[in-house]
């Protein structure tokens, strides 16, 4: 059995020192429905990102073309770092599409980040022409 034990101390007014181990988040990218881009003509994905810690990994999308080009737009909604009964953090984030962008998209990939450590970075990929229509 592994145990993890998360630290923190609060000081003054909000202030926060987290103290423990960096660990990457598990992430994972769940597609649009076909009946959201049918409907809505919108493409809604959500990122989860679990088991990460300390609490300031950031979750950013990445929209490719099929020439590798970087697509901008889309609307995204993220939420803070959750404290889980394991000492360790969860987060999540959504990033909403048009129906152009969607098909004119070659993947989306959501990448959980912490500045100053490139070499931690976990993410996930969703590849478009490998999602149900």
């Known amino acids: 059995m592994v145990t993890f034990v998360s630290l923190w101390w609060t ?4 202030t926060k020192l987290d103290v423990g181990t960096v660990s990457p988040p598990q992430v994972s990218v769940l597609q649009p429905s076909s009946a959201e881009i049918s409907s809505k003509r919108t493409a809604t ?9 300390p609490s300031d990994w950031r979750l950013v999308w990445k929209v490719l073309k099929p020439d ?10 993220s939420s803070a770092g959750l ?48 999602c149900s229509e």
């Open 45 to 53: 994905l959500l990122c989860v990102a679990n088991k990460g810690f």
């Open 68 to 77: 590798g080009s970087s697509s901008s737009g889309g609307q995204e909604s």
């Open 83 to 130: 404290l889980e009964k394991d000492g360790l953090y969860s987060w999540s984030s959504s990033l909403t599409l048009t129906e152009q962008q969607w098909m004119e998209s070659a993947s989306v990939s959501c990448e959980a980040t912490r500045s100053g450590q490139p070499a931690l970075t976990a993410g996930d990929t969703v590849r478009r022409q490998q």
């Open 11 to 14: 000081f003054g007014s909000g």
